[in-house]
């Protein structure tokens, strides 16, 4: 306890979102996927046998939160740094920190690092060998793609798990359960929220957690006292502390009109989608939600038939990203049309849904062909395997008949385009290649 704070007034200044925060797996709020009952992460870290991983995901879904219920679950010590603060001292330090609890208590330290895809390539190194030899066991927290934005030699040796946005009944019961918490949530307020007030925050907080708490707890405190002497949180009050209109249409309404955008896109229906985009950011939806339901479907229902699609689908989120509501709707708009005039084909998803089948099922590939692999520092026998590629710009039109597949795939065919568009002129110019139609 801290002499200089009996009144506890430290705990009670911070964040509901912070008071709030689980301290244990049966308190754990949402990633059913990854946390239930006999999963493999809860059993590794019921088991203290928890190996290195990064828990990757938007913002508000537990991440944090859960690497905190690994410290305090965990026999071993526990280190919390934040990418962007740390430097290689920082890393350094942590790092002698657990060898010399390894070698003087044979205790293991978990090392915690918060915004992990902001480590350089510097910083991630001086990491590396201590991940390698078991010295620390990491537990990276990043809202962006691993995969993408982090060393892969990091990545290569931690298992990553992918938190999901919360849903609506997530965040509702969590949000009921602060507004009757005495001890850490805000039931000594007693306020009573109408229904469709909390509706409001679960639905508007974008499956965010803290976001849902964030604005209970702004209204809660900021709405006056009624003739009773009651705090009573309306649908207005609840609008003002998450900054978002209420929709106007119920729950199955709103996936019902972003059902019927999607398909009217599908169904090259300009004056359909155009409605029912409006109808939705109108009705309090994020206009952002629209602009990637648009790139996704210029892939998906455009694709090949015209690639353009996909460039305007982007340039147009992009321009609203930067421009905001409601200008940014402009080129929105601009894409919705081009999107929906143009040719469709799903040739690509196709091609994609095939492939990925036989990337995750297929496991006696024979792996690469010899000529195709890296032979740079290869045995004599790789140099001379290598030697047999044939190199398409040796040959006319930039192109040779050459097996690139493993041999036990060599004969699929995943993309087959269609007759239509810009996917009429790739079978035209397959065909006189002489290609696999």
Not at 106 to 111: A, E, N, P, Q
Not at 144 to 173: H, Q, W
Not at 207 to 227: F, I, K, M, Q
Not at 264 to 281: H, P, V
Request: some cysteine; overall charge neutral; charged content about 25%.
């Amino acid at each position: 306890m801290d002499l200089f704070d009996l009144n506890g007034n430290s705990e009670s200044a911070k964040p509901l979102a912070e008071r709030m925060r689980a301290n244990n797996l049966n308190d754990f709020i949402g990633q059913k996927h990854i946390v239930s009952e006999g999963s493999l992460l809860r059993r590794a870290i019921s088991l203290d046998r928890l190996g290195s991983c990064i828990f990757y995901g938007p913002p508000g879904t537990g991440k944090t939160t859960l690497a905190n219920i690994i410290a305090s679950t965990t026999h071993g010590e526990f280190i919390k740094l934040n990418a962007v603060q740390a430097g290689v001292a920082d890393v350094k330090e942590a790092v002698k920190k657990a060898e010399d609890n390894l070698k003087m208590f044979g205790k293991r330290t978990y090392l915690m690092l918060d915004e992990c895809h902001r480590f350089n390539k510097t910083q991630s190194d001086s990491l590396l060998p201590a991940i390698e030899q078991g010295t620390v066991i990491f537990i990276g927290s990043t809202t962006e793609n691993p995969y993408a934005s982090m060393t892969p030699a990091i990545v290569s040796r931690c298992r990553v798990f992918e938190f999901k946005r919360l849903s609506v009944d997530d965040i509702k019961g969590a949000l009921l359960k602060a507004l009757s918490d005495k001890k850490k949530g805000l039931g000594e307020y007693e306020a009573t929220v109408d229904e469709d007030a909390l509706m409001h925050i679960a639905t508007m907080c974008g499956g965010d957690l803290r976001s849902a708490y964030n604005a209970l707890e702004l209204a809660v405190l900021t709405t006056p006292v009624d003739a009773d002497g009651k705090i009573h949180v309306k649908l207005s009050d609840a609008e003002q502390s998450i900054q978002r209109k209420a929709l106007s249409y119920n729950q199955d309404d709103y996936y019902d009109y972003l059902s019927a955008f999607c398909k009217s896109l599908r169904g090259s229906d300009s004056n359909a989608a155009l409605y029912y985009a409006m109808r939705l950011i109108e009705g309090g939806c994020d206009p952002m939600l629209v602009a990637r339901r648009l790139v996704v479907h210029s892939s998906e229902d455009v694709g090949m038939a015209d690639p353009r699609a996909l460039q305007v689908a982007t340039s147009a989120m992009y321009a609203l990203e930067k421009i905001g509501y409601p200008e940014g709707l402009i080129p929105l708009s601009n894409a919705i049309v081009y999107v929906c005039e143009a040719p469709k084909s799903n040739a690509v998803v196709q091609a994609y849904h095939a492939a990925r089948h036989d990337a995750t099922t297929v496991r006696d590939d024979d792996g690469v062909p010899d000529y195709l692999r890296d032979n740079s520092y290869g045995s004599k026998e790789d140099k001379a395997a290598s030697r047999r590629y044939k190199y398409p710009h040796d040959y006319p039109n930039g192109y040779v008949e050459q097996q690139y597949l493993p041999h036990s795939l060599k004969d699929r065919v995943y993309y087959v385009p269609k007759d239509i568009g810009y996917e009429r002129t790739v079978a035209e110019i397959r065909k006189s290649k002489g290609k696999k139609q």
